[in-house]
């Protein structure tokens, strides 16, 4: 066993994590940072991100509009205090990417440029042309590289966390490339693990978001907050799922039916295609179910019209869309429509955490969208993830950095570890019965697009939890296959399927808990939000190996809850 | 639904075999569609790196038919054939099956000071035109696939060689308006093992599935690199 110390580890190499590193960096040149990933940092999931990051920079804007849009978006599930640490702290952050090389799209007089984006009253979504994450991540991953005191673990896959009675004291690992087991030992810890999309078959997400992060924060006793909140994205194109931008109708793309109607119309006549995501997408489903969807091999669709912006302008503002619709489905967004369906795209629920990132248990602090601080509430407004990544990671990066200043290395409880050992390299390839890692993942990812999706209701969520738990049973019977340690995929696979079944249970409780409709989590049998009764965070802990459920408050400044029209 | 034969290099370098695995294809099927489905349905102990699936994230490149391309956004059909190789990418140490070592490509690429450096500590926006950023962004939209070093034929036979992608990387630094390190970059690439070691075959340029054109980059580097290099010669203080 390989064991390898540093003062602040960090676990998750996207936007977040990598904010966070060199936030640390700078906060403190003598401390040893340690940035891991089961992934090479620059193939995180943060590079699928396209539209834009959220600022406030220009004349016309303002911190409380834009506070009032996340939070009106959040239908009113944000806590409030926190947003406005977040859209101050912004703006910040579009200098900081700039100073560091970010290729920023310009304005002709050299300044910044910014794009209208769904729920935001003013165009503050800065952009990068339509791969502002990816340019984004790449400029965190090259300002890293000047830091000395940045130590980079990539691919290794971390297994679960260690927390003793004084809070944080390590990690577990696999060294992907050669097999070995790892002990990583820190004074803190940040988690940076993203989201778990891969829950749903229609995802935009990458291959590789598991929802890892949020499973072992569970499995150690930690807080999960608001899970049941899953955002779908209205426009991943079919077959694949890939995310095409709400940037493109930023840009002026319409929504149509198979009437050749613009319907957002019908269901949100001010912000038409740019109304929230929650929104866009169950009016999408509405006139998919009343038919007028299209239908095809891969299922029903609806069209994105992008055809009247001209190819002109499609190149310059959208160039990675057209390249997707021309690669990926041998369209050309100027000719014609492209195919699209409300796609699971992001995780507003996450690892319980205060405003200064810090966790309950003592040295964890978390960012991203792993974390759930709440900026996003029930419902996330586009161009704010990219831009929640920088403004807690770096504040995540900053507090953890102070923290191990005065912090001690706990003591390891080497029983986990050896439990750990055993759970990985003995058991996990015990041969046990025919069930299988694509077998299973396939039914927990059916039952969570059909049950558990944009419209659920008691029955379903019943269904689905059934089916999650004997799911869970039937995974003692997997076992993995691959005999050679260098690079097994196999194993791989299977300890993120385990952690998906693990927060599988967490989202459907969560669900069935939850008596009224709020942003993303719409229940056709309780169709109302209720602010009475359901104005309050859900946090799910296990204790004794069972979730339970509780409820804390939202944190409400000066606004008011309201009616959510658009 | 037509049928493809996937020839696939399996084993670690001290036992392999070229494997055979039938998979259907149809429209629209990619060779990373392939890869998924032989690891789902016919051999789960085949190990390949994928994530993405959108041609954004650089994870998935392996040798099709002996030509380097990223898995995720090749189509099999347009490849025409009914039998297609798939081998770890060439010129990389092999770990196993179509998984490569990346740590000294990403090392190459650290060498060249791919960050933006400044002397001074900016405040407000740093102005840059459109016109400016025109000039090196194409070199931004690298993926860091490692497709060209793959297809370059120094960089297949010299494992010191920084490689196209690497070379791009500092070209882009030094083009971008706002930076101020282009002398602490020209030191490095104007090394023996930097630019001057480009024979502008230009197969990098090919294999590129972003469509950029490093070798066109390493040729402009070569240009300030001579520059850089006569200064030197004639003491005229290069130091930055």
Known sequence: MEKIEADLLIL?????????AISAAETDKNIKIAVISKLFFLRSHSVAAEGGTAAVLYEGDSYDLHAYDTIKGSDYLADQDAVEIFVRTMPKEILDLDHWGCPWSRLPDGRIAQRPFGGHSFPRATYAADRTGFHALHTLYERMLFYENIERYQEYFVTSFIINKEGFSGLTAINMKNGEFVLFRGKALIIATGGLGRLYSFTTYSHTVTGDGAAMALKAGMQLKDMEFIQFHPT?????????????????????????????????????????????????????????????????????????????????????????????NGIDPKDEPLPVRPAAHYTMGGIHADNDTSTPVKGIFTAGEASCISIHGANRLGSNSTAECLVFGDISGRNAALYVKNARMNDIDMEKVKAEENRIYVEAFKKRGDETVPLLRRELNNTMQEKVGIFRNEKDLLDALKIVKSLQERFRNVYVEDRVMEYNTNLFTYLELDNLLEVAEVVILGAIARKESRGAHYRTDYPKRDDVNWMKHTIAQKVNGEIQLSYIPVRVTKWKPEERKY | MDKVIFRIKKGTPEKWEYRDYEVPVENGTTILDALYYIRDNIDRTLSFRASCRMEVCGSCAVMVNNFPRTACSTQIKTIGKKVITLEPLAGYPWIRDLVVDFDGFFKKHESVKPYLIRKDNPEGQLLQSPEQLAKYKQF???????????????????????????????YRFNADSRDQGKNLRLAVVSDAEGCWRCHFSSECSEACPKDIDPAGAIQKLKVQAAGYELKKFLHLGVKE
């Open chain 1, 236 to 328: 991943g194109i079919v077959p694949s799922g890939i995310l095409i931008t709400e940037g493109a109708r930023g840009e002026g793309g319409y929504l149509l039916n198979n009437k050749n109607e613009r319907f957002m119309q019908k269901y949100a006549p001010q912000k038409m295609e740019l109304a929230p995501r929650d929104v866009v997408s169950r009016s999408m489903m509405w006139e998919i179910q009343e038919g007028r969807g299209f239908t095809g091999p891969w299922g029903p669709y609806l069209l994105l019209d992008l055809r009247h912006l001209g190819d002109a302008k499609i190149r310059e503002r959208l160039p990675a869309i057209r390249d997707i619709a021309i690669k990926f």
């Open chain 2, 140 to 170: 931004t939209l690298c993926i860091k696939c490692g497709a060209c070093l793959a297809a370059c034929p120094v960089a297949v036979s010299d494992p010191f060689y920084l490689g196209p992608a690497a070379l791009a990387a500092a």
């Open chain 1, 12 to 20: 998750g190499a996207g936007l977040a994590g990598l904010r966070a």
